[in-house]
């Protein structure tokens, strides 16, 4: 089973790029990496996801390397509302092949003016 | 529209009652989850169910259980419910279940209190 391995909280200044880097030694051939964002009093949010190389979408970028045992997810330009806990995820197969998606303990991300 | 809407919100409730939680999601998906995220914010995965069926139950006392009329409704029925009951219940939903690239879609949260 992948599991993460993440820094629990980081600081920047608005306005700065964010990079938040997860660990996944023992990720599986057929495991896809996913971030989800969560704000405080909602449910966790999807951002992004990938497999190998680089993502990006309109929220951020997510850049993995050849041997798929780190990400790195990219927050271009943060602003105060980009303040949330940021989780990093990789597949784990429960019985009869359905996923169990298992959440970590997360980067709790806050944005200083 | 709210893709996956669970009611209520906030629930306080004392010790030993029953309650419940109702779970809607309007995107097609075949699975949904409920999840539980403690005073520590960790997000555990409670039970899954796909078209109607459990498929995972995790280590959760019997007092807990849910209950799926159709795959677009998940709803969570509490017994004799306990003071470390009180955390955010959340519900959640994805296409499959089984694929590789799975994709889970939360609702907003149910804040359980058990005085």
């Known amino acids: 089973l992948a599991k993460t391995t993440q820094p629990i909280s980081m600081d920047s200044y608005e306005g700065q790029e964010v990079n938040i880097t997860c660990s996944h030694n023992n990720i599986a051939t057929n495991d896809y990496i996913t971030w989800y964002q969560q704000f405080p009093s909602q449910g966790p949010r999807f951002i992004i996801q990938?497999?190998?190389t680089k993502v990006t979408n309109e929220v951020a970028s997510l850049f993995i390397p050849a041997d798929r045992k780190s990400s790195t997810l990219s927050l271009p330009r943060v602003s105060l509302s980009d303040t949330a806990v940021y989780y990093c995820l990789v597949g784990d197969v429960y019985s009869g092949g359905y996923q169990k998606v298992t959440f970590g303990t997360g980067t709790k991300l806050q944005v200083i003016p | 529209d709210t893709a996956v809407s669970q009611t209520p919100k906030y629930l306080v409730t004392q010790m030993g009652n029953d309650k419940s939680i109702k779970c809607e999601q309007n995107?097609?998906?075949?699975?949904m989850y409920w999840y539980k995220q403690d005073s520590k914010k960790f997000l555990k995965i409670m039970f899954s169910?796909?078209?109607?069926?459990?498929?995972i139950n995790e280590t959760v006392p019997n007092r807990f259980s849910p209950k799926s009329p159709d795959k677009a409704h998940l709803n969570l029925h509490i017994n004799s419910l306990e003071l470390g009951d009180s955390a955010v219940y959340f519900c959640a939903s994805s296409q499959e279940g089984g694929a590789d690239n799975e994709k889970l879609f939360f609702g907003s949260g149910t804040q359980l209190s058990v005085l």
């Open positions: 990938g497999y190998k």
């Open positions: 169910y796909n078209n109607k069926e459990l498929i």
């Open positions: 995107l097609g998906h075949d699975t």
